[in-house]
């Protein structure tokens, strides 16, 4: 007998009809009318069941500070991470961790169960870093929360700061993190990348950097980032975050990139909410988008992923944890309006971040967990189009946190009743 059944489901890959039942908190079978009793049944017909949303780069010890000491008055990267810098030394352990908290419940309402944060090491005290390990601890039962040992301010550039990275890999961070592009030089930049590369290499880490984020067509860090990723023999294990100066390099040499970025299996993380924001503000007219070139390394078999990057914090004063806002934000920057790319929208929320983060049990097959997200919505393409409720969102085959369907009453003459924004159930 299983303990949940869930009745006529739509899957990502555009199978109707399916039931998927949940057995000791692990998907146990996924097939059209299955037979058996069930504890519980729900009626999924006509509506999109997905493996949760997956955010591949976020900022936890920041999020929801917004406004703390003052708002980011020029809206760039540089006064963001100045008035990080003015934060650090006013934060409080507790404070983050409440923050965090709160965020992370917006996360679970919104089907997101699975996010990979970065945490600044260059804080002597450690004190984000302490704070973000205890909010994993917390919110483990519910939400995988991944950390990188993240240096703001440089890992050449300021003292002190490998060995808080080294530190904080000693207490329990996951991943290695860098920005080679905010050290003093170019040459500081690649060595930076060796060594933060040499340091996961030696402890078996994965390694995630902020990489090129930057408009600069010269900053090519993210060549040392996949040339590394290969004498190290950690194909697959590297990832580039943001590389926004892909967007403004010579078409050439780009050719020549991707194919080495693709020998490597760099993972790639842009996170569009955030590029489309801050990049290009040096430019007058035209302004550049900023965001990587999202479908060119699709279409090379790189991993693509979208991050939601910030929430509320010193560099974005708006979100709420919606992956699908960020796909949707992803498809219009990427122009990627075709029924293939905006599929692949949603894959760069859900099964390439997962894979980017090398989650266990992640998906729809028997033996996976039992973390799913039921949707009002019809198909992924109408998740993005509507930024669809989140009807409920299941953890372990238990339901964690629901919503009522979204519809307007509406008195209109000779119209309908109510509306809802989704197209009807064929
Ligand atoms: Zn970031």
């Known amino acids: 007998m299983f303990d949940l059944v869930l009745r006529r489901a739509t899957l990502p890959d555009g199978r109707k009809g399916v039931d998927i039942a949940i057995k000791d908190g692990r998907i146990a079978a996924v097939a059209p009318e299955l037979p058996g009793e069930a504890g519980s049944e729900v009626d999924a017909t006509g509506r999109l069941v997905t493996p949760p949303f997956v955010d591949a780069h976020f900022h936890m010890d920041s999020t929801l500070s917004y406004g703390l000491p003052r708002v980011n008055q020029s ?37 997101l169960l699975a996010i990979r944060s970065h945490v600044d090491v260059c804080d002597p005290r450690l004190l984000a870093v302490e704070a973000l390990l205890e909010v994993r601890k917390r919110v483990a039962p519910y939400l995988d929360l991944q950390l990188v ?40 930049g690649a060595a930076s990348v060796r060594l933060l590369c040499e340091i996961a290499a030696e402890r078996g880490l994965l390694v ?49 990139l991707i194919p080495l970025m693709a020998e490597a299996n760099l993972g790639v993380i842009a996170n569009p909410l955030i590029n489309i924001t801050l990049q290009g503000r040096h430019d007058s007219y035209p302004k550049r988008r900023g965001m990587t070139r999202v479908p060119e390394l699709m279409a090379a078999g790189l991993t693509v992923a979208f991050g939601h ?83 409920l969102v299941l953890r372990r085959g238990r339901v964690i946190s629901r919503c009522a369907p979204v519809q307007a009453e509406l008195d209109l003459p000779g119209r309908p009743a109510s509306v809802s924004f989704t197209t009807p159930v064929a």
């Not at 860090?221 to 590297?238: F, I, K, N, S």
Request: include cysteine; aromatic fraction near 6%; glycine fraction near 10%.
């Open 75 to 111: 809206g760039t990267l540089l006064e963001g991470i100045a008035l990080w810098g003015e934060l650090k030394p006013q934060l409080v352990q507790e404070a983050i961790v409440e923050r965090a908290l709160a965020y992370c419940d917006w996360a679970v309402a919104r089907g």
């Open 149 to 188: 040992a993240f240096p703001q301010d440089g890992v050449l550039r300021s003292p002190g700061t490998e060995e808080r990275l080294r530190r904080a890999l000693d207490l329990g961070v996951d991943v290695v993190g860098g920005i080679p592009h905010f050290e003093r030089t170019m040459a500081d």
């Open 208 to 256: 995630d950097m902020h990489c090129d984020e930057s408009d600069d067509p010269l900053s090519r860090h993210v060549e040392t980032l996949a040339y590394e990723a290969q004498r190290l023999g950690m194909q697959g294990r590297v990832t580039g975050s943001h590389l926004t100066s892909m967007h403004s390099m010579d078409n050439y040499y780009v050719s020549k």
């Open 309 to 391: 990057d910030c929430v509320m914090d010193p560099w974005y004063p708006l979100g709420s944890g919606d992956m699908l806002e960020v796909a949707h934000m992803g498809l219009h920057v990427g122009q990627m309006t075709g029924q293939a790319g905006m599929a692949a929208c949603f894959d760069a929320v859900t099964v390439n971040p997962a894979k980017l983060l090398h989650l266990e049990g992640y998906g729809l097959e028997p033996g996976c967990n039992a973390d799913l997200v039921v949707l009002q919505a019809g198909s992924p393409v109408e998740a993005i189009r509507t930024r669809a409720a989140r009807l």
